[in-house]
Nanobody
Framework: QVQLVESGGGSAQTGGSLSLSCAAS????????MAWFRQAPGKEREGVAV???????RYADPVKDRFSISKDNAKNTLFLQMNNLKPEDSATYYC?????????????????????WGQGTQVTVSS
């Protein structure tokens, strides 16, 4: 089993920054590929960024050049640095993990690829 616990959500103004963390525990092999998703009220959950076991990353178009995904394997922690925030970034952000997500050259894999999910952390960006 894998457990994921997000933290770091909160409020920011347009143009501001927030940093999210996801503390992971459980079998390492089950979380070789990790990602961030988000879901705004009334909308479907969407992929934001993914990072594979080798450290390669991909981003959804709306967040490219503004968000950065990274991980600290020694601390079993996934991060999402969000800069130049916009009101449309407001959502509940989820950390997700799976043992293998295949190639990520095409972008963030679908949410059905991921087996394990955190409880989510709220991000609100005001104009």
């Amino acid at each position: 089993q894998v457990q994921l616990v997000e933290s770091g959500g909160g409020s920011a103004q347009t143009g501001g920054s927030l940093s999210l963390s996801c503390a992971a525990s459980g079998r390492t092999a089950n979380r070789r590929c990790m990602a961030w998703f988000r879901q705004a009220p009334g909308k479907e959950r969407e992929g934001v960024a993914v990072i594979d076991y080798g450290g390669r990353s991909r981003y959804a178009d709306p967040v490219k050049d503004r968000f950065s995904i990274s991980k600290d394997n020694a601390k079993n922690t996934l991060f999402l640095q969000m800069n130049n925030l916009k009101p449309e970034d407001s959502a509940t952000y989820y950390c997700a993990a799976t043992s293998w997500c295949g190639g990520i050259m095409g972008g963030v894999p679908a949410e059905t690829t991921f087996t394990y999910w955190g409880q989510g952390t709220q991000v609100t960006v005001s104009s």
